[in-house]
C-alpha cells in the first residue's frame, strides 16, 4: 500500500473516530455538572446547618461534599486528558499531509529534471521572472509571505469534512500546478515565510527564511548573499 492510499484510509477513519471522542465528552460534561450541581446544593444546606447551630460542634463540610468535589475534579481531568488525545489525533494527520505534499514536491521535482533533461525547456528565470511580475502586478513587494500550518489544517480539516459526507470512494485532489514558479537558493516554490532582496535586479528576489540563515523579518534592508557579495565588491572598487 502507498503512502497516499494509507493517508487516504486513515483519513476516512477520522470522523467516526472524532465523533466518538466528542459523544464521550459531552457525556462527561453532562456528569461533571450534575455532580457540580449537587454539590453545590449539598455545600449550601451544611453552610445553612451551620449558621443555625445544628452542626457547631463541627465546622467543615461533610465527607459526601469533599467526595463529590473530588470526583468533579477526576471527570475534569479526564476530560482534559480526551481533549489533549483529540488534538494529537488531528495533528498527527496533519503532519502526514505535511508529508505527503513534500513528497508530492520531490517527485514534481524529478520529473522536471527529467523532462529538462529529454528536451529544452525555457529558463527558469523567465519562469520566475513571470511569477514575480504578477506580484509585483498585484501590488508590490511585500517583504515577507506567510504559509503556515494553518493552510494544511484547513486542507486536512476540508478532506475530513468529505471524508464524513461520503466516507466511500472518497477521492483526494491535491493539484499541484506544474507551472508555478521557483524561488530561493533552493530553487523551489514558494512555501512557509519568505524575504525579497532588496536588490531591484536580484536574479532571485524572494528567498525561504531557513535557506537564508533567518529566523524572523529582517530590519531595514535586506540583501541575498550573491547581491550583498557584489555590492561589497563595488564598495571595494570605489575604495
Not at 179 to 201: K, R
Amino acid at each position: 500500500m502507498s503512502f497516499i492510499d494509507e493517508f487516504q484510509a486513515d483519513l476516512e477513519a477520522l470522523p467516526n473516530i472524532l465523533q466518538k471522542k466528542y459523544a464521550l465528552m459531552r457525556d462527561l460534561d453532562k456528569s461533571l455538572q450534575e455532580i457540580v450541581r449537587q454539590n453545590e446544593q449539598r455545600c449550601e444546606q451544611e453552610i445553612e446547618d451551620i449558621k443555625r447551630g445544628v452542626r457547631a460542634e463541627n465546622i467543615r463540610f461533610s465527607d459526601e461534599a469533599l467526595d463529590e468535589q473530588k470526583h468533579g475534579i477526576r471527570i475534569a481531568d479526564e476530560k482534559v486528558a480526551l481533549a489533549i488525545q483529540t488534538y494529537d489525533l488531528v495533528d498527527s494527520h496533519i503532519q502526514q499531509l505535511d508529508q505527503y505534499l513534500k513528497m508530492s514536491d520531490e517527485e514534481l521535482r524529478r520529473e522536471r529534471e527529467n523532462a529538462a533533461t529529454a528536451s529544452p525547456v525555457p529558463s527558469p528565470n523567465s519562469t520566475t521572472k513571470s511569477g514575480r511580475s504578477n506580484e509585483s502586478g498585484r501590488g508590490g513587494r511585500k517583504k515577507t509571505r506567510l504559509a503556515t500550518a494553518a493552510a494544511a489544517a484547513a486542507a486536512a480539516t476540508e478532506v475530513a469534512a468529505a471524508a464524513a459526507e461520503n466516507p466511500t470512494g472518497m477521492e483526494l485532489d491535491l493539484p499541484v500546478d506544474p507551472n508555478e514558479p521557483t524561488y530561493c537558493l533552493c530553487n523551489q516554490v514558494s512555501y512557509g515565510e519568505m524575504v525579497a532582496c532588496d536588490n531591484p535586479n536580484c536574479k532571485i528576489e524572494w528567498f525561504h527564511f531557513g535557506c537564508v540563515g533567518l529566523k524572523e523579518q529582517p530590519r531595514g534592508k535586506w540583501y541575498c548573499p550573491d547581491c550583498a557579495a557584489l555590492k561589497n565588491r563595488r564598495k571595494g572598487r570605489s575604495r
